[in-house]
């Protein structure tokens, strides 16, 4: 299966699709990484790996053939987590990708600003106009992961979510906060995901059924 991390700019994707890789490893679960951003920041953190960190293959596939590329290089019973491009000025690649992805994971910053992107998009819209290309012609399994969250705040997210879900999306329950150890994150950081938020993100999708071995 393809879990693609996406979202309208940049709120938190490269992070959390890098921590999300190491957090289903750790857990048990085969991955394989796809950096499917020009960019190719995914990539680079791979390649300049410490010692033990990343123990699994992240490929390069930031194309709009990623939808005939990526199937191919997923060995059977991998987890693929994808790394899109900010949809806004990557659309093409991220359709590709939304073609094969089972669970798309839209990154949102706790911020009404990020959520204004959302609706400017419009994501929805984005998102259903990929299904008559699809095998199953169905809209990918889509879930709301609020990131980059003030850990002292409290308010704040609980309207981004409460106004997120009246809109009709899936939130996840488990919310990434704006820390260090994530802002951290970069060429020749290791990564140990346990204990991490990651770690109850991996619970989560595995509690809601969206993940198994
Ligand atoms: N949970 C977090 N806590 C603190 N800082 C974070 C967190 N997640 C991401 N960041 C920081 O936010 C910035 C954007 O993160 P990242 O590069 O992962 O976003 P992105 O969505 O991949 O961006 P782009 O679309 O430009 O590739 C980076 O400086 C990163 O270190
Ligand atoms: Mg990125």
Not at 65 to 78: I, N, T
Not at 111 to 124: A, C, G, H, Q, W
């Amino acid at each position: 299966m393809f879990i693609a991390t996406i979202s309208p700019r940049s709120t938190g994707k490269t992070t959390i699709t890098a921590w999300l890789l190491h957090a289903l490893h750790e857990r048990g679960y085969p991955v394989s990484g796809f950096d499917a951003d020009e960019s190719e920041q995914l990539y680079h953190w791979w390649e300049a790996r410490p010692e033990g960190s990343y123990p699994f293959e992240v490929h390069k596939e930031a194309s709009a053939r990623f939808h005939l590329e990526a199937p191919k290089k997923l060995p059977d019973g991998h987890i693929g987590a994808v790394d899109c491009g900010h949809l806004e000025n990557h659309s093409g690649i991220g359709w590709s990708v939304l073609r094969v992805a089972d669970l798309a994971i839209v990154a949102c910053a706790a911020t009404n600003s990020d959520v204004e992107r959302m609706d400017e998009l419009p994501m929805d819209f984005f998102i259903n106009q990929v299904i008559p290309k699809r095998a199953d012609k169905k809209r990918p399994e889509t879930w709301v992961l609020l990131c980059r969250v003030q850990p002292s705040s409290v308010v704040a997210p609980r309207g981004i979510r409460k106004t997120l879900m009246d809109d009709g999306w899936n939130v996840f329950t488990t919310e990434i906060p704006s820390v260090q150890k994530y802002s951290s994150t970069g060429e020749g950081v290791p990564i140990t995901a346990a204990g991490s938020h990651f770690d109850e993100l991996v619970t989560e999708l595995e509690q809601r059924g969206l993940i198994k071995k």
